[in-house]
């Protein structure tokens, strides 16, 4: 069965640091694509950035670039986003996802597992 579990969001203060993590288990996930997608109250579920497989090329949303940094560990078993300058508009729930198609990776429907999410919040 597979499973992506996400971990790290909590809440912290504008300008400041956080990395999140997504473990992947059930499968092997060399050859996946893996993202970052957020879910703000009201608002439809959004890219943030990717990384195609084997930690190759990385792709970001224009409001996180210069920001924001995924990457994975060898497996990939974990994708990490590592966020920095916080503000609070990147307050969400913050999904993983894994995808075996290697293009069109900042459309959700791309996506063939998800995570549950966990949720980042930024106080001003």
């Known amino acids: 069965q597979v499973q992506l579990v996400e971990s790290g969001g909590r809440l912290v203060q504008t300008g400041g640091s956080l990395r999140l993590s997504c473990a992947a288990s059930?499968?092997?996930?060399?050859?996946?694509?893996m993202a970052w997608f957020r879910q703000a109250p009201g608002k439809e579920r959004e890219f943030v950035a990717a990384i195609r497989s084997g930690g190759g090329s990385t792709y970001y949303a224009d409001s996180v670039k210069g920001r924001f940094t995924i990457s994975t560990d060898n497996g990939p078993n974990t994708v990490y986003l590592q966020m920095s300058s916080l503000k609070p508009e990147d307050t969400a729930v913050y999904y993983c996802a894994a995808a075996q198609r290697r293009y069109y990776l900042t459309q959700r429907s791309t996506y063939d597992y998800w995570g549950q999410g966990t949720q980042v919040t930024v106080s001003s």
């Open positions: 059930g499968r092997t996930f060399s050859n996946y694509a």
